[in-house]
């Protein structure tokens, strides 16, 4: 079947260099935010989230960055390695509901 | 994806057939949902659950109903597949039971391809 990959923007990055991934968001009640990566033939993993009464949260190896003067997600992985190849995903929630609203993904490759 | 299962992993089914998909969580969250994956969409919400016996739509839930009749189990039931139900469909889970804090994190099972015919 068509993978998931298809049609989706693409970060091509060399092994040890830093990646970062970018979402726009439209919905300015959005108070909650996550990132999550998947491998194809697998489901979306959890990597990192994030309130809205936050700017910035770390990980390992990984921090995303909120920017809501202007509805902005980033997601920074340090020393990009081959394992982070995949597609990953931003996704929001409205406040006062529970469900979350993905976006469309963006495909990391990492070349050796 | 260890405490969500999701089963039959693949399955190709003939137009105007009910298929139902099955999801089960050993993790004793709150919260369960479907969705679909399709290329250049996405995922997109079809129905999820709150608690047993409480559901509700989500944005693509034409051609789907879903059922719970207890914490452990959301079915997902296509009444009769059409060939724009092909796609791959993901289980999540998010909150667990007895959470003192709301929690909106959502853990994925493997999927179920589904091909219609």
């Known amino acids: 079947g068509e993978s998931v990959g298809l049609h989706l923007p693409t970060l091509s990055v060399q092994e040890g260099d830093n990646s970062i991934i970018n979402c726009a968001y439209s919905?300015?009640?959005?108070?909650?935010f996550i990132w999550y990566k998947q491998e194809s033939g697998k489901g979306p993993q959890f990597i990192i989230d994030?309130?809205?009464?936050?700017d910035k949260r770390q990980g390992q190896r990984v921090t995303v960055l909120l920017n809501k003067t202007v509805k902005h997600l980033s997601l920074q992985i340090a020393a990009t390695q081959p394992g982070d190849s995949a597609v990953y995903f931003c996704?929001?929630?409205?406040?006062?509901?529970?469900?979350?609203?993905f976006g469309k993904g963006t495909m990391l490759l990492v070349s050796p | 994806d260890a405490g969500i299962t999701q089963s039959p992993r693949h399955k190709v089914t003939e137009t105007g057939t009910p298929v139902t998909l099955r999801c089960h969580q050993t993790?004793?969250?709150?919260?369960m949902y479907w969705y679909r994956q399709d290329p250049g969409h996405g995922l997109r919400l079809i129905h999820y659950?709150?608690?047993?016996?409480?559901?509700d739509k989500g944005e693509v839930s034409d051609g789907y109903s879903v059922s719970r009749s207890k914490t452990e189990d959301f079915l997902l039931t296509l009444e009769s597949a059409t060939s724009s139900q092909t796609s791959v469909y993901f289980c999540?889970?998010?909150?667990?039971?007895?959470?003192?804090?709301?929690?909106?994190?959502?853990?994925f099972g493997p999927g179920t391809r589904l091909t219609v015919t």
């Open positions: 999540a889970i998010s909150e667990r039971s007895g959470s003192l804090s709301p929690s909106y994190e959502q853990y």
């Open positions: 919905n300015s009640a959005s108070d909650y």
């Open positions: 994030i309130r809205s009464n936050m």
């Open positions: 996704a929001e929630k409205s406040s006062g509901y529970s469900t979350l609203t």
């Open positions: 993790e004793n969250h709150r919260y």
């Open positions: 659950s709150y608690g047993v016996k409480d559901t």
